[in-house]
């Protein structure tokens, strides 16, 4: 039984753990760097231990520091929130190893999906169409450069280990190939410690939709609707939306049947998201994020579930509390991300609220913003009958939202949600440039 819980986490992914905990009677340990010793979730929770300076390597991502804080404090489960450890497979073990209850998949689940070319492999077993590419790692340079003529170009070129662009590069010219592998391969092995690269073929201006799963210890899947979040500007995502206006209800349901058989064959439990690139009416597997995701409120706003609770009694062992046909999508809900474009200190901060209206944030009048973390401050989420009664709304609603002392990119954000580029829909990842031309 899960009766006290860790959250290796911080900002508004820790309090929206918190108020969760507080839902289920299970009592809460925050844990935080010299940098947050004023932050919300150490206001919020039961308990706060320091676990380190400022630096995350020193403090959110020091793992035997993290252990000792719930064994300390007798904490029986650690949440991991998103970012940070949340994806290590090293954190999920050690974790176990302790006798704590990890609020996660299996760490052997994340293994089979952590890396992406054994994630590709597992996807294909599975039956889940993949980007097309080149098989496997990239180990003879001269090879792959036939097999490239062969595939056509633009390629991409992507890290196994990798995630949020670093180690990718397109290549559109079959003599430019050689070096950029070799620059990729370096970089990632810089950021990742691994060098792995392999080859896909480059789909242009691909949508991005992920589908949200939901598995637990008793072999049940569930997929929750998918998200679209073709909104980036440098692989940071900035709107996120469901339904995403590309998928129909019959590929929504091919696409969430293909997703169960890879998570249950796998034998996947807790919250997971399966990324696809989506382009002409396809869909084509790229990686799983083996945790809940920052734009998860866009999926509870559609479907009525409450995803860390779900996450929270399926690591105790529960069995889901939803079943496949309990989900519906047929509504709208979009979220959009407020950042900090400089540090600075809260005042008249005033946010808004209202039907089908939430705010997920960790901000309050005097705290002030440290420059050492993610510059996200607050998500916005509405739900609404339809997209474009959704727009509406979210216009209305980012007009309430009051903020003086840090500054914010919300008039950046309504005016990207406002273009007739955005009200269309059904647009790819490279959409930005467009909106911002729209926009002058
Ligand atoms: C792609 C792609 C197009 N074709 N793979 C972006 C992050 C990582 N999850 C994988 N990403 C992409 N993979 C194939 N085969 C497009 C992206 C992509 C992207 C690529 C370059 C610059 C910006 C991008 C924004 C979103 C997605």
């Given at each position: ?119 590709k ?9 993949c980007t097309p590419g080149i ?20 390629v991409i070129i992507k ?39 392999f080859i896909e073929k480059y789909l ?80 084509y597997?790229m ?154």
């Amino acid at each position: 039984m899960i009766r006290s819980l860790l959250i290796a986490n911080r900002g508004e992914i820790a309090v929206r753990i918190i108020r969760a905990c507080k839902e289920l009677g299970i009592r809460t340990i925050a844990v935080y760097s010299e940098a947050d010793r004023k932050a919300l979730h150490v206001k919020m929770a039961d308990q706060a231990i320091c676990i380190g300076p400022p630096p995350s390597k020193d403090s959110y991502l020091n793992i035997s520091n993290i252990v000792s804080a719930a064994l300390h404090s007798r904490a029986d489960a650690i949440h991991p929130g998103v970012g940070f450890l949340s994806e290590k497979a090293e954190f999920a073990r050690k974790v176990q190893e302790a006798g704590l209850i990890w609020v996660g998949p299996d760490p052997e689940a994340i293994d089979m999906l952590g890396d992406k070319i054994r994630s590709k492999e597992n996807a294909t077993k599975y039956g889940v169409p993949c980007t097309p590419g080149i098989e496997g790692a990239i180990t003879n340079i001269d090879q792959t450069v036939e097999k490239v003529k062969k595939i056509g170009l633009p390629v991409i070129i992507k890290a196994s280990a990798g995630g949020g662009g670093k180690g990718m590069r397109i290549v559109r010219k079959i003599e430019e190939l050689a070096d950029n592998i070799k620059i990729a391969a370096n970089e990632a092995e810089k950021s990742f410690g691994d060098g792995t690269v392999f080859i896909e073929k480059y789909l242009e201006n691909a949508a991005h939709v992920e589908l949200q799963m939901m598995g637990d210890k008793h072999g049940n899947v569930i997929y929750l609707g998918e998200r679209d979040c073709s909104v980036q500007k440098n692989h940071q995502k900035l709107v996120e939306e469901a339904p995403s206006p590309l998928v129909t209800p019959e590929i929504r349901k091919k696409m969430g049947e293909d997703a169960v058989r890879l998570f249950k064959g796998i034998g996947y439990s807790g919250a997971g998201t399966i990324e696809f690139l989506f382009k002409d009416g396809q869909y084509y597997f790229m990686e799983v994020n083996s945790r809940i995701q920052v734009e998860h409120p866009v999926t509870e706003m559609i479907t009525g579930v409450d995803l860390i609770k779900e996450m929270i009694r399926v690591a105790n062992g529960d069995e889901l509390s939803v079943k496949q046909e309990d989900i519906r999508v047929d509504s709208y809900a979009m979220e959009i991300r407020i950042n900090a474009t400089a540090p600075g200190t809260v005042k008249d901060y005033l946010p808004p609220s209202g039907f089908k209206v939430r705010v997920d944030s960790f901000l309050y009048n005097g705290y002030t913003v440290p420059p050492t973390y993610d510059s996200m401050v607050a998500k916005v989420i509405i739900g609404a009958p339809t997209r474009a009664e959704g727009i509406n709304k979210m216009l209305a609603v980012l007009d309430e939202f009051h903020l003086e002392g840090v500054p914010i990119n919300l008039e950046l954000q309504k005016k990207i949600i406002n273009t007739q580029i955005f009200r269309k829909g059904g647009f790819g990842t490279q959409v930005l440039d467009s909106i911002m031309k729209e926009i002058g």
